[in-house]
Structure formats: structure tokens, C-alpha cells
């Protein structure tokens, strides 16, 4: 297995894709994407485009979806919900669709959409991931940090240094092994400075800061923990994730 690690969708290459790719935007997309499934939602639907999100959605029984609209970090106005994993509660969305837009978690999940195998990682169920890699092995993997706005964003590259460090782990393999590129390195790096006090990472982060100014800081708490839930969305056809059985 090779793992490759790039910090945006934009820096990911396009002629050729991998066995499985991985998306991952810890604050906030993917971390709401694995609670909507924990908390029992049938799948998640994701678009790039609100308008498109809307017309689709039309076609899905009423009490049997959710729209959920982010941009800026603010709930888009007529949406049910925002982005915030929190609001995701067993209560709400329990066999409900949840159909989503966000400003670039669900750009980077469209990036890799043709890969054979498509997940969804945030620090939260990061372990899931790791079991899943280790019991298929695929040949190349890529994660692939959301950022902000095609720039670099230091909460997805340190979710893909803890996916990385753990499978170096559990594979008994050295970095040369594993590593498919320098970033995978330089994520595991991050990763092994602030495992510890990820929470304090997410502090400095300017997408962080961002959410605190909108008074978001239980969001961040909540999508600090890793490995507390035992859920992997994957991608059942383009754009819809649900959750992975054996
Ligand atoms: O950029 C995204 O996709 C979002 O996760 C951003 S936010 O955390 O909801 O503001």
C-alpha cells in the first residue's frame, strides 16, 4: 500500500486516480457526515451546487429528508440545518436522507468521486478508516484535505497524519514503506506534535478561529476526539455515502 497525502482537492493529480481516496474535512463536513450515519441516517447526499442540492432533494419524500446548507460557516437561510455535527442527533435524522452542501468538503469529495473506493475520514471515526485499509489493502490511497478555498488547512492534514501514523503502526511498516509522497511525512509529523492536544490544534487553525468567531467552540470540542465513532461512510454511486458493512 502507498498512501498519498494532499493538503487540497486542487493538488491532487488528474491523470490518474487511485484504488481508494479518501475526503476529509474535520471541521466540518466529514465529521457531520459520520454522525448522521452513527445517529442512523439511510445516506448522505452531497452537492456542490444549492440550487441542484434543492431540485433533487424535491424528488425524496418530505419527511424522509433533510437539506443541510453551509456557506461562510452560517446555515444557509431555508435550509433544516447547517453544518454543525452536533445538530445531527438521533431525533432528527433517523432514517432521513441528509442532502448537503458546504463550501469545500463536498467540492473535495466531488474531486475524487470516480475512484473505485471513496470514504469519508474526520478525526472522529478515524480508527474505522484504518480498519477498513488494513482489511482491503488497496494498492494507493489518497487522502485528500478539503482546506479552504484551494488553500492549505492544518485540521485535515493532521487527520491524515493520524490515519497515516496508525496504519505505519498496525502494518508494523517503516514511512519509506508507506509513504506515497513527502506530505504524508510532513502529516504524520504534525500529527505526532499535537496528538495530544488536538483540541489546542483546532484552536489555532484559521478555519478554527473562524468558527469561534461564530461561537462554534463546542464544534470544535465535539470534532477534536478521535476514534469515538465506529462508522465508515462510503460511496454507494456518485455523491451518496452510506455507511460501510462488512
Ligand atoms: O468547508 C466546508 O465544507 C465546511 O465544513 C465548512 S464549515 O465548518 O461548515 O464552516
Not at 204 to 224: F, I, P, T, V
Request: aromatic residues 6%; hydrophobic residues 40%.
Amino acid at each position: 500500500m502507498k498512501i498519498f497525502v494532499y493538503h487540497t482537492p486542487e493538488l491532487t493529480p488528474s491523470d490518474t486516480i487511485p484504488e481508494c481516496a479518501i475526503a476529509v474535512d474535520v471541521l466540518r463536513a466529514t465529521s457531520t457526515m459520520a454522525t448522521v450515519l452513527a445517529a442512523g441516517g439511510e445516506a448522505v447526499q452531497v452537492f456542490s451546487d444549492l440550487n441542484q442540492l434543492i431540485e433533487v432533494s424535491e424528488n425524496w419524500p418530505a419527511e424522509k429528508r433533510l437539506r443541510a446548507g453551509e456557506r461562510g460557516g452560517g446555515k444557509v437561510a431555508g435550509f433544516d440545518l447547517g453544518n454543525s455535527p452536533l445538530d445531527c442527533t438521533e431525533e432528527v435524522v433517523e432514517g432521513r436522507r441528509l442532502f448537503i452542501s458546504t463550501t469545500n468538503g463536498t467540492r473535495a469529495l466531488q474531486r475524487i468521486q470516480d475512484a473505485p473506493i471513496v470514504l469519508t475520514a474526520a478525526l472522529i471515526n478515524r480508527e474505522a478508516v484504518v480498519k477498513f485499509l488494513l482489511e482491503k489493502q488497496p494498492e494507493t490511497v489518497w487522502i485528500v484535505g478539503s482546506g479552504w478555498e484551494g488553500t492549505f488547512s492544518l485540521e485535515d492534514t493532521v487527520c491524515a497524519g493520524a490515519i497515516a501514523h496508525s496504519l505505519c503502526q498496525q502494518f508494523n511498516a517503516s514511512l519509506e514503506e508507506l509513504a506515497g509522497n513527502d506530505e504524508m511525512i510532513s502529516a504524520i509529523a504534525l500529527y505526532s506534535q499535537w496528538q495530544n492536544d488536538l483540541l489546542g490544534l483546532l484552536h489555532k487553525a484559521s478555519h478554527g478561529q473562524r468558527l469561534l468567531r461564530l461561537e462554534c467552540y463546542e464544534d470544535l470540542k465535539y470534532c477534536s476526539q478521535t476514534d469515538i465513532l465506529d462508522i465508515l461512510p462510503i460511496q454507494q454511486e456518485p455523491g451518496v455515502l452510506k455507511s460501510y458493512h462488512k
